[in-house]
């Protein structure tokens, strides 16, 4: 048993009217309170004190709808304000906002909570990025440019240029010669490769059923004649030779014309058209000297000596050029292109450069 | 992906990636390095990563990095660091920096999921994925965080 003090006659005091104080301590504690009357009338007054009275009090906490508005409102505007707010509660929010004090206040302050974006940019977005063949110029011009400029430094750069000859040359000479009835379509044929002291001869392979002139180049000089011919027979077999007269624009070339086993109706040169072929019995095909030339074009770079039309679209026009380069040169040049159902693929190869490109067809 | 792919998701999501680095490390060097870590990790693993989320895989993993950097940073930083007390003096230039020191002081998932939102405009699904929470969660972290930004930002009217 403790001894009752001024410091804990409280607890004394507490445990009597709770009814857990013994016998003994009761005793002292009023002994205590007999020696201590100021404490004797707080004994009577705590005895008085019966907390059961409150009990009867009706309580009512009647800001509970404020509340529970307060609450809602919170959500809505944080809906609103996120962008995921449903009709039926912008409704409500609608009337939240008239029916709550300071609820425009509550909106105005969630709408400062949106952070907005620091202007800020990455310095070093450069070093970032993987860099792989820059290729500045449209694609089909680059790689066109750059095959074109490989062949011309290695290609032609190490052989003689052949002398040739302007397109209103050929003209000339074709309509002189036509003049002349003899058949233009040497003196055009093999003008690009024709140098001062090149011989060109020209063998008609007149065999049935073929069209194809044979073509032939000899590099020997033959001196400078003048054709003979009877230009008063149409029809006739030559089997001479015909060399340019000195209205061609080098007064040294020398041009030899042989036609074998053809027989060539020369009325049929006539406004600078020329036969290609002429097979007995058959029809025979005109066609104009321009025409002629750029079917030539075709085949040598083609390397195709059909007359058929191929397109001469930048995709064959780059693989010949590749071709050629590849043929030409030391280093290996490539270039083609594959075509899927959906996709196009491109692929170009030079030495050890190599670039694929896919794209949507 | 390719790098033409890469390249561009250079030009789309590095400045927003460094801005939430920026923002949430508060160090230009260190969210420097993030960046350039997070698109490193990119580049090797190229051929995996699906170009259409890019995006999500970028800030995920500068997320990560992120989190990583402050936990070894941890130890040192109460080492080093000297706390200083808060200036009661100290003047606000305008309401944004008042938001900023606010969300500075938010919970880290808060502070996060807020700036994905506000900064880059993701959804709550795409912020899940980054910050590896539920949707529902989401949602909830970001209604707890305006809620704290907007009575901060209360009290200070009150006060001014």
New interface residues.
């Given amino acids: 048993m403790k001894k009752i003090t001024l410091h804990n006659y409280e607890a004394f005091m507490l445990d009597h009217f709770e009814g857990t104080l013994s016998y003994k301590d009761k005793k002292e504690l009023v002994l205590f309170l007999e020696k201590h009357p100021r404490l004797k009338e707080e004994f009577y007054e705590f005895e008085m004190l019966d907390l059961s009275d409150f009990e009867t009090i009706p309580f009512v906490f009647e800001n509970k709808e404020e509340i529970k508005q307060k609450a809602e409102l919170?959500?809505l505007l944080?809906e609103h304000?996120?962008g995921i707010i449903s009709k039926t509660n912008k409704k409500r929010l609608n009337e939240l906002l008239k029916v709550i004090p300071n609820a425009i206040?509550?909106q105005n302050?969630?709408r400062?909570?949106?952070?907005?974006?620091?202007n800020?940019?990455?310095?070093?977005?450069s070093?970032?990025?993987?860099r792989?063949i820059v290729i500045p110029m449209q694609f089909w011009y680059s790689a066109a440019a750059a095959i074109i400029g490989f062949i011309v430094i290695f290609d032609f750069s190490t052989k003689p240029q052949p002398q040739t000859y302007q397109a209103n040359s050929i003209t000339t000479i074709s309509e002189r010669i036509a003049l002349q009835k003899v058949p233009t379509i040497i003196l055009s044929e093999h003008l690009d490769n024709v140098s001062k002291d090149s011989l060109i001869s020209n063998n008609w392979s007149t065999k049935k059923g073929s069209n194809k002139p044979e073509y032939r180049i000899q590099n020997n000089p033959l001196p400078k004649t003048n054709p003979t011919r009877d230009t008063n027979n149409k029809t006739q077999e030559i089997n001479t030779n015909f060399i340019a007269n000195n209205n061609t624009e080098t007064k040294n070339d020398s041009l030899n014309i042989t036609q074998q086993n053809l027989h060539t109706d020369l009325s049929l040169i006539k406004n600078n058209k020329l036969q290609t072929a002429k097979v007995e019995n058959q029809g025979i095909k005109e066609i104009s000297v321009k025409e002629f030339l750029q079917l030539k074009a075709k085949e040598k770079l083609f390397k195709d000596n059909t007359t058929e039309s191929k397109d001469l679209n930048s995709n064959n026009i780059i693989a010949s050029l590749a071709n050629k380069l590849n043929n030409n040169t030391k280093t290996e040049v490539t270039y083609s292109t594959s075509k899927k159902e959906k996709t196009k693929t491109t692929h170009i190869k030079i030495g050890k450069f190599e670039y694929y490109r896919t794209k949507k067809a | 992906m390719n790098r033409k792919e890469y390249n561009n998701s250079v030009d789309l999501y590095a400045d927003g990636l460094y801005r939430f680095m920026l923002k949430s490390i508060g160090n230009e060097n260190d969210a420097q390095d993030i960046v350039q870590d997070v698109f490193l990790k990119l580049w090797e693993k190229i051929d995996t990563v699906n170009a259409e989320k890019v995006k999500s895989y970028l800030f995920t993993a500068a997320y990560r990095t992120m989190l990583d950097r402050i936990k070894k940073m941890k130890p040192l930083s109460t080492e080093t660091v000297a706390y200083t007390e808060p200036n009661h003096h100290e003047q606000y230039s305008d309401a944004g920096e008042i938001l900023n020191k606010a969300v500075n002081n938010l919970p880290e998932k808060q502070r996060s999921a807020i700036r994905l939102r506000d900064y880059e405009g993701y959804s709550y699904q795409e912020i899940g994925e980054i910050l590896k929470m539920k949707e529902s969660q989401v949602k909830i972290t970001i209604f707890r965080a305006r809620k704290t930004l907007k009575n901060y930002i209360g009290s200070l009217e009150v006060l001014i």
Avoid: A, H, R
Avoid at chain 1, 120 to 125: D, G, I, M, N
Avoid at chain 1, 127 to 130: A, I, N, Y
């Fill in positions: 919170d959500v944080i304000l996120e206040q509550e302050n969630y400062k909570t949106i952070l907005t974006k620091p800020v940019t990455f310095p070093k977005k070093k970032l990025k993987k792989g």
